[in-house]
Structures are given as C-alpha cells and as structure tokens.
C-alpha cells in the first residue's frame, strides 16, 4: 500500500537538531528527506511546524528564537519583542511639549517686562518711539513731586495759575546694561550734569527738575522709564510734537552714576537736543562705548576715561579732557573744537591703532595730544575744517612708535607742534588763491637731546621745499630703510601760513 507524503501517517520525518558546543557560535539543524513510494502523486507539502529539541542542559537557551515544547509536547510560538510607537509620533509629541514650555517661559517673562502703554502714548500729538523702545514706567501729572510735598490738585493748597519746582527721580541700572538718555517732541531745552558718588547698588539716579508758572504743563510732559532689547535700560521725556510758537519746556536735569571700580560700564548714551551738557570729572569709571549728542548749547567733558566714543554737537562748541584708549569721533557743525586728549595704545587694543578724529565745519580745531604706549604702537589723527583755524600740539609721543596725522582747513592759518620722538615723513602745503598770503614757516631744533638715551642727532632730509610747500623726513640717527613703517604727518590749508615745530 502506497501512503501519500502529506498524509498525517506518512513517514516524513521532521527533526531540527541543534547542537551547541563551546568552540561552536552558530547552531544547525538537518531535517530528514522524505520517503517517496513508487507511485507518489504529485501534490504540495503541507508546512510542518518542527518540534524543538528539548535543553537537556537545564540552562535556558541562549539564542531567543528557538522553540520550546509545552508540557503537552506542543510547539510554543516564540514571544516577538515589540519596538516602541512609530518615530514620527514620536517626534510629533515631543515637538508638542516643547511648543508648550516655550509658551509657559514667554509667558513668564512678558509678566517680567509687561508692555506699559499709556493714554497719551496712543495719541498723535506726540511722537512715535523709535523702533525697539519699549515704555515701562511713566511720570503722570500726578507723580510729580513738588518741594515740601506732593503734587494736588487741590486748588486750595496750589491753585492752578500758580507755578513751582517740580522733580521726579528714576533709579536706572548701569552696570553691564546700556543708560540712555533721551528727549522727544517740541520745545524741549534746558540742562544736564552727569556726575558720580558713591552708592551701595550699581544703579544711576536721574534726576529731572521741571521748573513752570502753570501745573497745567505737568499733563504734556511725560518722563518714562524705558529699556531697548531686554536688558537696555534708560529715560526718555516725551513732549507733544508741536507747541504753541514761543512755548518751551525746559528741564534741569541730573545723572548721577555709581563710583564703582570692578567693571567698566558697557555703554552710555546721551541724546538730547538743545541741552547744554556737562559731564563733570568722573575719570573714575570706564565706559567701553561713550556716546554724546546735542545742539545749539555747549557740551563740556571735564574728565572722562573710554574706550570707544563719540561726540556731536551742532552750532555749539565742544570742550574739555578725554583720556581714550580705542578710538574717540568728535564732530561739530558750526561749532570750534577744543580738547585736551590722552590717547593710549593698549596691548589688548582691537585693531592695533589708537585713533582720534575730528571734524568740523566753519568752525575752529584746537587739540592738546598726549600719546602714550609701547615703541611699536601706531596712532591716527585726522583733523579737519573749513575757514577756521587749525591747531595741534602733540606734548609727547612714545620713542619708536609711528604717528600718522592728516589735518585740512581753508582760508585760516595751521600751526602744529611735534613731539622730538616724531620720526616720519612731514607734508605742508598752503595753496593760494585770489592773491593769498599762504606760505610755510617750517622750524626744525637740531638741539634737543635724543629721547632714546643713545646720543644720536635729529635730522630732517628736504625734498622739495618752496614758499607755499615742504616735503621731507625726519629722523634721529641713520635714515631707516624705505620699507620699515614710518609715521607721516600732512598738513594743508589754503591762503594761509603754515606753521610747524619739531
């Protein structure tokens, strides 16, 4: 009798043997062939789920996809390790949570820097804040202070045709953040003192002082705490845009800065229009950036130490001492010039060149230079105006360092005095035109006695000289290779002499 091979009684023979020994790591199995009789039909083989070979050993075995026997001698499908939920859902919530920390954290600090929008702000009478300011805190009509109490409305105590004093203070702070100071609107002028006194906390106090014949007034006038960015903290006093002609507000105004000595300020900004301004002597602190702007009244720096500044002014003169270590813009239309400056070549300086500019226009240059730092620093000076006069004095100049000084003017006398460290090329030139008096007085002191120590004599070697021009090269000892850095000095000016000492 023939027995078909997928009959359940067919002696098809299913083994999967593993043998596992120790200088073995892969397993193998063999399976049996099946018997086939004589007259065998042809028809598919039914899978046949293969028993395991049970573990003598005792130990569990180590590969996870062999299949054990029940106690009934059946196959056990073997448990198939589930992955976690698909990547993109994943990724889908966590994208969530973190939308909603970031809202939790922005609502935080908007409740530390809420958006102060006043009345007034929204009424188009006044000015629009330039982009980025953000008011925080405002003076009403009601908060002024008035000396021997606060402001009422009460007419019995001040009636309203009668004026006074008024003051409001604001504690801003300095220290690594940016003060700011400045006016917007119609009308404003007065004055402003920054001075400096010993404080516990590293906050400025300004002060501002709002003398009026009317309290009225006090309702169009608005100082307000404001911060530019998040960190950018100052004032600014807002008027309205326009005022009645002849009608002004004038303030007195007082910044006074903590005297502290362990971090420079990082900045410090004035910007204030008919002002007239007056840094006091506060040489103490340092000011990595320095800035002033103003117009029409007097800006006096007394004395200041920064790295980097800038001073503008506009139909009014600039005056004073600035000791600089970086680079110092001085620019007045209209307006003379006259500064004293300590210009220093730090080690850590930026770029190398300690540099000054000054520029005017119909209006006089008059500098006192003081250069101080190492024989290999390297200074700047470009000084220039038109129809004024044009003075320089450099008092001192460190030995071997290179001096490069530009200065321009027209229709006025230059004069000019060298240190006798100077070594460089020296340029005058004075143009004349419609029957000028423009001519060089070139005066060169082959006395003075070496400032190296080494007893060598200056020498200047002329190549062109002529009424109206000079060309030539100063030096101490042997002419220095063409190649070597060397200072240059250019001064020139048209119908008027030239005048130079060195």
């Known amino acids: 009798m023939i027995i078909p091979a997928n009959s359940p009684k067919s002696p098809l023979v299913n083994k999967i043997q593993t043998v596992r020994s120790d200088d073995e790591d892969e397993a193998t199995s063999s399976i049996a062939p099946p018997s086939y009789g ?46 976690p939920p698909r990547l993109g859902l994943t990724f889908f919530w966590g994208f969530v ?63 309203r ?26 009308g404003q002028m007065g004055s402003l003192k920054v001075t400096s006194a010993s404080v516990i906390d590293d906050v ?41 002609i002849g009608a002004v507000h004038v303030f007195q105004i007082e910044l006074i800065l903590p005297q502290i000595t362990r971090a420079p300020i990082k900045a410090f900004a004035l910007n204030l229009r008919n ?45 004073g001492y600035a000791s600089v270590s970086g680079a110092l813009d001085v620019r007045s239309s209209k307006g003379d010039i006259d500064l004293d ?36 620093s390297q200074f700047s000076v470009d000084l220039s105006t038109s129809n004024a006069k ?26 000019a005095f060298l240190d006798p460290s100077y070594e460089g090329k020296l340029h005058l030139e004075s143009f004349n035109a419609r029957g000028g008096d423009g001519h060089v007085d070139f005066n060169l002191d082959g006395n003075q006695p070496d400032p190296a120590g080494r007893g060598r004599k200056k020498q200047a ?3 062109y000289y002529r009424t109206t021009s000079l060309r030539a090269y100063l030096y101490w000892g042997e002419r220095p290779p063409q190649d070597e850095p060397q200072g240059a000095v250019s001064l020139i000016t048209v119908n008027k002499p030239i005048t130079v000492k060195a």
């Open 204 to 244: 400025a106090q300004v002060q501002v002082k709002y003398p009026t014949n009317n309290i009225d007034n006090l309702g169009d006038v608005h100082v307000c705490r404001a911060r530019k960015g998040s960190k950018k903290h100052g004032i600014i006093i807002v008027t309205p845009s326009k005022l009645p």
């Open 38 to 83: 004589a007259h065998q039909e042809s028809q598919p083989v039914s899978p046949v789920t293969p028993r395991a070979v049970a573990n003598t050993s005792g130990t569990r075995p180590e590969d996870p996809l062999l299949v054990r026997p029940d106690d009934e001698g059946e196959p056990v499908t073997p448990k198939v390790k589930r992955w």
């Open 97 to 159: 949570i973190l939308c909603f920390l970031v809202l939790i954290i922005s609502k935080f600090f908007s409740h530390s820097y809420p958006d102060y929008k006043p009345d007034w702000l929204k009424n188009s009478t006044y000015p629009t804040l330039p982009p980025g300011i953000k008011v925080l805190q405002c003076t009403g009509a009601k908060e002024w202070m008035r000396y021997g109490g606060r402001f009422s409305e009460n007419e019995d105590v001040y009636p």
């Open 161 to 186: 045709d009668r004026g006074g004093l008024f003051e409001t203070v604001y504690q801003v702070p300095v220290i690594q953040d940016l003060m700011f100071l400045e006016t917007m609107g119609d």
């Open 341 to 376: 400056i300590q210009l220093a070549d730090l080690p850590d300086s930026d770029s190398g060149v300690s540099a000054l500019q000054m520029l005017s226009n119909n209006g006089a240059i008059s500098t006192r230079l003081t250069l101080t730092g190492r024989d290999t």
């Open 275 to 319: 002002f007239e301004v007056t840094v006091g002597d506060i040489g103490e602190l340092y000011f990595d950036q320095f800035s002033i702007w103003t117009t029409e009244r007097r800006l006096l720096v007394e004395n200041v130490l920064i790295h980097k500044g800038e001073l503008r002014n506009h139909n009014a003169e600039i005056s």
């Open 390 to 415: 044009l003075s320089v004095d450099v008092s001192s100049q460190p030995v071997g360092s290179k001096l490069l000084l530009n200065g321009r003017t027209s229709n006025a006398p230059v004069s």
């Open 461 to 463: 070697d002329i190549d």
